[in-house]
């Protein structure tokens, strides 16, 4: 089964930092750029961060621009988002999405249009005193 699951979501006072993972299961993230996208209540969803199959290009959302930072490590089929300095609204359910490099969309397209060949189920955060 082809799967992508994130964890590493969770409660933490504002200022903190937390490390998502993106786990992929059933196929390889090789070929696969990765983008994290974020949902909070009542809010559209927006792409977080985003980052190509061979993790030589990234993009981030303005408004966490210096305080997160996307990686990757292929041989562990997992891809990564640290998140220092939390304010409250970043609170949100997380998500990521794999989307195939053959579509020829960019990292850049990837998060501006939400694109996704597979989605986790989420992972929700909460930055709150």
């Known amino acids: 089964q082809l799967q992508l699951v994130e964890s590493g979501g969770g409660l933490v006072q504002p200022g903190g930092s937390l490390r998502l993972s993106c786990a992929a299961s059933?196929?390889?993230?090789?070929?696969?750029?990765i983008g994290w996208f974020r949902q909070a209540p009542q809010k559209e969803r927006e792409g977080v961060s985003c980052?190509?199959?061979?993790?030589?290009?990234?993009t981030y959302a303005d408004s966490v621009k210096g305080r997160f930072t996307i990686s990757r490590d292929n041989a562990k089929n997992t891809v990564y988002l640290q998140m220092n300095s939390l304010k409250p609204e970043d609170t949100a359910a997380y998500y990521c999405?794999?989307?195939?490099?053959?579509?020829?969309?960019?990292?850049?397209?990837?998060?501006?249009?939400?694109?996704?060949?597979?989605w986790g189920r989420g992972t929700l955060v909460s930055v709150s005193s």
């Open positions: 999405a794999a989307i195939l490099v053959t579509r020829n969309t960019t990292v850049q397209d990837m998060c501006a249009s939400g694109r996704g060949d597979y």
């Open positions: 980052i190509s199959s061979r993790g030589d290009s990234t």
């Open positions: 059933g196929f390889t993230l090789d070929y696969y750029h």
